[in-house]
T-cell receptor, first 113, second 116 residues
Framework: NAGVMQNPRHLVRRRGQEARLRCSPM?????VYWYRQLPEEGLKFMVY????????ESGMPKERFSAEFPKEGPSILRIQQVVRGDSAAYFC???????????FGPGTRLLVL | AQKVTQAQTEISVVEKEDVTLDCVYE???????LFWYKQPPSGELVFLIR??????QNEISGRYSWNFQKSTSSFNFTITASQVVDSAVYFC?????????????FGEGTQLTVNP
């Protein structure tokens, strides 16, 4: 049973470009979460999705960030017009049900030049 | 609002020493869940344990043990006979009951270095 998969593992973007981060949850998991880890900091919740629905986006920055989890395919975290402050590790996690253990993917390290 | 505090930013021990990582949490919910995750130098996050607020039994898994005390709002993690491979950042996390869905609130992490 494959774990949570994220790609790319590393992403380099120049300021103003768009970044798309992908997350495929574990088989049988319909709940997906995104977290951000800024350098030398802990992890901060961004958004919680179920298939085709955003359940909680209270941790998402108000502008430039969006997330989706379509009926088919991976969850996507999209960052438009990236700035240097967006450089961080972005982790995706999945769980089979509400309040169950969240298993994390390996993360995507985004570097904005 | 929920909050997790890991007061120890860094701990350094010599191999075979026992080490305890502290975690103190704040929540208004009566139903909540506590977690520990390990982040080794390679960067991934590894799940270690999940505890619900109604189960205060301590748990032991090999060299790892956890002490959950609701009276002091603490969920401490002890590694017995530490090994170099235990070197990592350890995160304590809290998930409240129905009020906040499943989102995890993490502490700032404790960097554990085990020296040979």
């Amino acid at each position: 049973n494959a774990g949570v998969m994220q790609n790319p593992r590393h992403l380099v973007r120049r300021r103003g470009q768009e970044a798309r981060l992908r997350c495929s949850p574990m088989k049988g998991h319909s709940h997906v979460y995104w977290y951000r880890q800024l350098p030398e900091e802990g992890l901060k919740f961004m958004v919680y999705l179920q298939k085709e629905n955003i359940i909680d986006e209270s941790g998402m920055p108000k502008e430039r960030f969006s997330a989706e989890f379509p009926k088919e395919g991976p969850s996507i975290l999209r960052i438009q017009q990236v700035v240097r402050g967006d450089s961080a590790a972005y982790f995706c996690a999945s769980s089979p049900r509400l309040q169950e253990t969240q298993y994390f993917g390996p993360g995507t390290r985004l570097l904005v030049l | 609002a929920q909050k997790v505090t890991q007061a120890q930013t860094e701990i350094s021990v010599v191999e075979k020493e026992d080490v305890t990582l502290d975690c103190v949490y704040e929540t208004r919910d009566t139903t909540y869940y506590l977690f520990w995750y390990k982040q080794p130098p390679s960067g991934e996050l590894v799940f270690l344990i999940r505890r619900n607020s109604f189960d205060e039994q301590n748990e032991i898994s090999g060299r790892y043990s956890w002490n959950f005390q609701k009276s002091t709002s603490s969920f401490n993690f002890t590694i017995t006979a530490s090994q170099v491979v235990d070197s990592a950042v350890y995160f304590c996390a809290l998930s409240e009951g129905e009020t906040s869905g499943s989102r995890l609130t993490f502490g700032e992490g404790t960097q554990l270095t085990v020296n040979p």
